[in-house]
Nanobody, 115 residues
């Protein structure tokens, strides 16, 4: 079973930036489209960005388009999420998984926007 470990979250002011990382165990990572998801308090988990196995194509939810960038390093089994121009509504726990969410969820990383 693949294990996912997210990191890089924290407390940031609106307009600030964070870079999240997600390390996956297992070489199967490079064959999977990967996604970043988030879950805000009282809301369902949602997909915010995804990237194809080779890293050529990506998808972004309208709420983050133009502000977030997903990337991956298959040699390191790691997917990243660069988050710029952060807004209070970006406050959530962020998770990674395959685009179809077939792996066991990791613990996530908390992103909190301060006022």
């Amino acid at each position: 079973q693949v294990q996912l470990v997210e990191s890089g979250g924290g407390l940031v002011q609106p307009g600030g930036s964070l870079r999240l990382s997600c390390a996956a165990s297992g070489s199967i990572f490079r064959f999977k489209a990967m996604g970043w998801y988030r879950q805000a308090p009282g809301k369902q988990r949602e997909l915010v960005a995804s990237i194809t196995p080779g890293g050529v194509w990506s998808y972004y939810a309208n709420s983050v388009k133009g502000r977030f960038t997903i990337s991956r390093d298959n040699a390191k089994n790691t997917v990243y999420l660069q988050m710029n121009s952060l807004k209070p509504e970006d406050t959530a726990v962020y998770y990674c998984n395959t685009e179809s969410a077939i792996w066991t969820w990791g613990q996530g990383t908390q992103v909190t926007l301060s006022s």
